[in-house]
């Protein structure tokens, strides 16, 4: 039953990770990260395709706040967007994010793709573009909005479902903050510390952190017992 369980929980990561093979895949996109995005427009939980771990250290430390489609830079609305048609051609080698980010990084042009929950973006997708597939066409954007459509009716069916209610209500009556929950969901899928840090990009020092505090709010000693308690929690739900 247990199983069960981790199997509900594990959605959202395996939502992110077929929603990279399906976009590296139709596409032959070589780098590509998929993220969620906390309701004061932070990403979160990362899952990465190809994407190498100090590139996206790099970003997160150095140059999101100057990403124009950084969620915090664009209306709650966005669904997708292209560098190209943000930054022209002629200009982007005068822009720093271009320049001293991506264009060392081999990347030619990106683009974003947004997923949308209670009228703010919740989620997307970073889709970096070499330059052997940036000379993507109008049809293909058309195929990337149709996909983005898809995904955005199976992430709105993923937190309108009542496994993903009945957690959230088990956090809230915990008052757990938004990344102990990402913690919390990635103990139930049994992932090691190191994997959970790299979701976070945060340290082992600071997940143990999180671990400890979601211990005492929920007054259990290990992981085992906040599978148990977890699972008699969301049955009584």
């Known amino acids: 039953m247990i199983a069960g369980l981790k199997v509900t929980q594990s959605s959202l990561s395996s939502l992110q990770d077929e929603s990279l093979k399906l976009f590296t895949d139709v596409f032959g996109i070589q780098k590509a990260a998929a993220y969620m995005v906390d309701s004061g427009s932070k990403m979160f939980s990362f899952k990465n395709f190809n994407l190498q771990t100090a590139m996206q250290r790099e970003y997160l430390e150095h140059f999101h706040h100057l990403d124009p489609f950084h969620p915090s830079n664009v209306e709650d609305e966005a669904a997708v967007q292209r560098l190209s048609d943000a930054i022209a051609w002629h200009r982007r080698n005068d ?4 320049s001293k980010f991506l264009n060392r990084w081999g990347i030619d042009d990106t683009i974003e793709v947004y997923l949308h929950s209670e009228g703010r973006i919740v989620a997307g997708l970073s889709l970096f573009l070499d330059e052997g597939v940036s ?3 109008s049809a ?15 992430i709105e069916n993923y937190l309108e479902s009542p496994q993903r209610r009945n957690f959230e209500a088990v956090c809230d009556e915990y008052h757990l903050t938004a990344k102990e929950r990402v913690v919390l969901e990635h103990v139930i899928q049994g992932l090691p510390h190191k994997s959970i840090a790299n979701c976070l990009c945060c340290s082992l020092s600071t997940v143990k952190t999180h671990l400890q505090n979601i211990f005492e709010k929920m007054a259990v000693r290990s992981k085992a017992e906040i599978i148990s308690l977890l699972y008699s929690q969301l049955n009584y739900h």
Do not use: A, W
């Not at 293909?140 to 199976?154: A, G, N, V, W, Y």
């Open 95 to 98: 822009d720093p994010y271009y």
């Open 135 to 137: 000379e993507l066409l």
């Open 140 to 154: 293909d954007m058309k195929r990337i909005e149709s996909l983005r459509r898809f995904l955005q009716f199976s």
